[in-house]
């Protein structure tokens, strides 16, 4: 029941956005459809890798492959599906504590959640650059494959 409301809630965080960044149409539905499938594969991942990075790395790569094919087929810049479909991966939770222990003063804690934090950051950076430079590499391939 708790996936199924994360699931929801990263629909409609992921909807949201898209209405902020001013998405329309067809566009508007893509993106959020985006952030869940995100959301999806991350808790799937959890059954076979405990790693949350590595979780963040992979589900961040899919979602660019899925946002890059999203731009080709609609004819729009891929951070249109982008930027609003990696909102549910952003470590929010991880960057509040974070700051809290900046706050309150407990340096150990500060910085062990920021390592933790940064991490999963560059998780969610590395995972863009390979989904996007793998679906570049796909695509060089099929138009050799045309010829």
Avoid at 39 to 65: H, N, P, Q, V
Avoid at 81 to 87: A, G, K, Y
Wanted: aromatic share 12%.
């Amino acid at each position: 029941m708790i996936h199924t409301i994360e699931i929801i809630m990263a629909f409609l965080g992921s909807l949201g956005f898209s209405i902020l960044f001013n998405i329309r149409g067809k566009k508007l539905w893509y993106a959020a459809i985006g952030g869940m499938c995100s959301w999806i594969i991350y808790l799937l991942l959890g059954f076979w890798i405990k790693d949350e990075m590595s979780r963040y790395f992979i589900s961040t790569m899919i979602l660019t492959i899925y946002s890059e094919v999203l731009a080709r087929i609609e004819k729009t810049p891929t951070t249109t599906f982008l930027t609003s479909s990696v909102i549910p991966l952003i470590p929010g939770r991880s960057l509040y504590y974070t700051m809290s222990y900046a706050v309150n003063g407990t340096l150990d804690k500060f910085a062990s959640s920021g390592a933790q934090t940064v991490g999963l950051s560059a998780s969610i950076a590395a995972g863009i650059m390979a989904g996007s430079s793998l679906f570049r590499v796909l695509m060089v391939m099929q138009q050799k494959l045309k010829r």
